[in-house]
């Protein structure tokens, strides 16, 4: 379990969270790029502040998370999308 944890002007590029249940997690301008969420429901989790370019991530897990519409485009390989 990881709870109430804020991670701030933080780099967790390359991070690996793997079947974590979470409860007040925050990330504010934090560099996830490439990180990898196996079994991490973010559900709520506010990541629209954050780089999530190359993000690992199940649509189960990123389903809920509050992203900016930029940040749309790195996750369309979820639905299958390929941007030209």
Known sequence: NIENILFKDSGLKNGYFQENKIKNIYFDNVDLTQSKFFKT????????????????????????????????????????????
Do not use: M, P, R
């Open 41 to 84: 429901s973010l559900k709520g989790v506010d990541l629209s502040t954050s780089k999530i370019e190359g993000i690992a991530i199940s649509i189960e897990d990123i389903k809920g998370a509050i992203i900016d519409e930029l940040q749309a485009v790195d996750l369309l390989y979820l639905i299958g999308v390929e941007l030209k």
